[in-house]
């Protein structure tokens, strides 16, 4: 019997695992991008949402790209798990076999500080040092040769934007990977921390079998989360962290305050033996910085761009929407002419085809031109730089609010979608911020509002002007955004107050130099969001469609099919030609109407009608209202089939809506009734995407309940107050 | 000489100093060090906010946002 031959292990391909760290700002994005290009995927790591980027480099290297970060000292679980997953901790997930730090060249002295702490992994290290043109252009200059020596690490100079210095970068990788399956130890930076607190971190270490580098962070971190993680494994380490802690001299330094000290020390006299300066200059950044964030001008430039951006949004987005619908109903042209002629015509089958699914997803779809812009929006002006000055002007307002700076994309994005908003709401380190963010999300109002807001101001608010120029349908328009915004604040802040009451988050953050964005990653950013919102709203809106579907079709009473059967037959018997075809056309209508008010959502319509009383409504816009819950979406669409029209009739609804008569004497459908509608929709959480991405994010279930329990109740409230109101100013 | 001891956060734009000391044990303390505002480094207030806060400050090569609170702990001799 022949010995297992090594060669399956030699021929079968090793994949280098390399872990790609550095500050925020670093061109650490774009030097992932110009690595791995498209051959990468986002994922997560268990129990924290902290994002894990993977992508390959040619066949031998799986990048992963880690968050950008100051400091290896964890203060929170996101940050942990990041450590974690550099020591090879996370399970299922084998560690970097190299580590790629990438410093700022023009920015060393705080990029070395995390240089630093990453050597003290012990794992082989290779320093990418970006930026060099931006340094170059800055006057300074730095030593490769001496820098790398006083790292005791390869420092590669690379500038990422242009592609230069990646083939070097790569080279030096698999180099230092070779050398590490040789046995060559990594050499290690000319900086000890350790002897600088006490000199015990390392016989603490060895006595426990702990790794030197986390035994460091707990003594230094003393009641975070790495300290925490080992106490509960190690209980010793407890005592003897407290003995190493009370050898310090009382009433010095303590030991967050002994390793910065020690550690910029030994940075400075780096800087001094590597890096060559002429004196600083102001940059073009600072000039544009001198407009951007003027005490006036600066808001004025706010305001300008980001109603810029709206109307871009909504404008350039409307061909693309045009041409999706456009599509969907031609598909379903197609699939009603696939069936026509069968026995299978006009029957459940296509229906379920044509009304649940087509129109379903179609529902959703529409939206993606407005969602791709809007990311592609904000991804151009976050890589250029601004979005950190947005936040800089805005913090003060949000924190107004019960929110903070970094609230506000999240808040931004949620005027297209709450979904990518309540997603990238991720970038909130503050556990309450973010929470706080997440739950007030939806009362921005965000597209799918619109249709509704466009059918009740098209059918009863007249268009005339105020002042002479203002339009009062544009003002309505405008009034229903301002009524998210306006109940948001309230809201944050009574959340911040008792629910969420805790410590502010800190808001230390960099206004990076302004660039020019990179095509590249602005596009992956786009594809990213893109892709999963067609994923996650797609499929549970395709799910609910056929709920909803199914819930507005079934039960079928035979009676009405019986009653329809004879007046087509009565149709067939009187009318010829185009008037037969019109005819048979509004029986069918007609049928379908009754049938739904058959069906188990038009019963429950019926049912809520007394609670929607007081609303102003009618039993039609309850049921819609109720179909709507799982999209907003089906609002529409169930009135036009209540009202037996045609799903794209849009003028024909509302000239049945002005028209409507409720049959007992009441009034007609009004201004009242339809503001109400309005501020409801505007208010409510009706969709069950939405719901489903917050309970992911927050990890139970309680809180979308939540958030879906106190939206509907305001919703209920404010258009109550709304109908009444308007009612009693008789409008 | 009279030397002043000043907080960041009373600095008004284009006024500065070397930082003595920063006076917060906890994490705020821990991240303030961390981004290279520790005893002995040069810091400028740049500019404040519309609302007047969050502060502007220059540090090295890089300008830092931080929020008046925080800047508070920061104490520099002009």
Known sequence: MNPPSDSSTASAAHTTRVALI?????????????????????????????????GRIDDDLEVVDLPGTYSLAAKSPDELIVIQSLLGEVRGEPGPDVIVVIIDASNLRRNLYLATQVMELGLPTVVALNMTDVADSRGIRVDVAALASELGAPVVPIVATRGEGLADLCAAIRAAEAADHDGVAPTTAS????????????????????????????????????????????PDLRDALAGARAALPAGGPRPAAIEAKVRYGWIEQVMTKAVDRDPPRPRPTDRIDAVVTHRVLGLVCFVTIMGAVFVSIFKWAAPFMDAIDASFVALEGWISGAFAGTALAGGLLESLLVDGMVAGVGGVLIFLPQIGLLFLFIAILEDCGYMARAAF???????????????????????????????????????????????????????????????????????????????????????????????????????????????????????????????????????????????RAGTIIFAMSILIWAAGTFPRSAEIAATTESARTAAEADLTGSDLDDRLAQIDRDAAGAQLRHSVLGRLGRAIEPVVEPLGWDWKIGTAAVAAFPARELLVSTLNILYGLEDDEEAGLTARLKAEDRGDGKPPFGVPAALSVMVFIALCAQCVSTLVVMGRETRSWFWPVFAFTYMTGLAYVFAFATYQGAVALGL | MEITIMRLAECTPGSGGTITQIDHDGPLGQRLMEMGLIEGARVEVVRLAPLGDPMEIRIDDSRLSIRRAEAQHILVSE
């Open chain 1, 191 to 234: 900086l000890d921390v350790d002897a600088h607190l006490g000199g015990s971190i390392g016989s603490i270490a060895e006595t426990m079998g702990l790794h030197d580098f986390l035994v460091r962070r707990a003594f230094i971190d003393e009641g975070g989360p790495i300290e925490t993680a080992l106490l509960a494994t190690h």
């Open chain 1, 393 to 535: 002007l805005m913090d003060r307002l949000l924190r107004g609010c019960g929110l903070s700076g970094h609230s506000f994309i999240p808040m931004l994005s949620s005027f297209a979608c709450a979904i990518p908003g309540i997603l990238s709401a991720r970038a909130i380190r503050n556990p309450r911020d973010r929470l706080v963010t997440i739950l007030v999300a939806p009362l921005m109002s965000c597209s799918a509002r619109i249709p509704v807001y466009a059918i009740m101001i098209g059918a009863f608010i007249p268009a005339t002007t105020i002042a002479g120029f203002l339009s009062l349908p544009g003002l309505v328009f405008a009034a229903m955004y301002f009524l998210g915004i306006a109940v948001a604040i309230p809201v944050a802040l009574i959340l911040r107050g008792t629910l969420m009451r805790g410590e502010t988050s800190t808001f230390i953050m960099e206004l990076p130099p302004y660039r020019m964005p990179q095509p590249k990653t602005v596009l992956l950013r786009v594809w990213h969001a893109g892709r999963s919102f067609v994923a």
């Open chain 1, 22 to 54: 550095g500050n925020p700002n670093t061109g650490k994005t774009t030097l992932f991008n110009a690595l791995t290009g498209l051959a990468q995927r986002v994922g997560n790591y268990p129990g924290v949402t902290v994002e894990r980027k993977i």
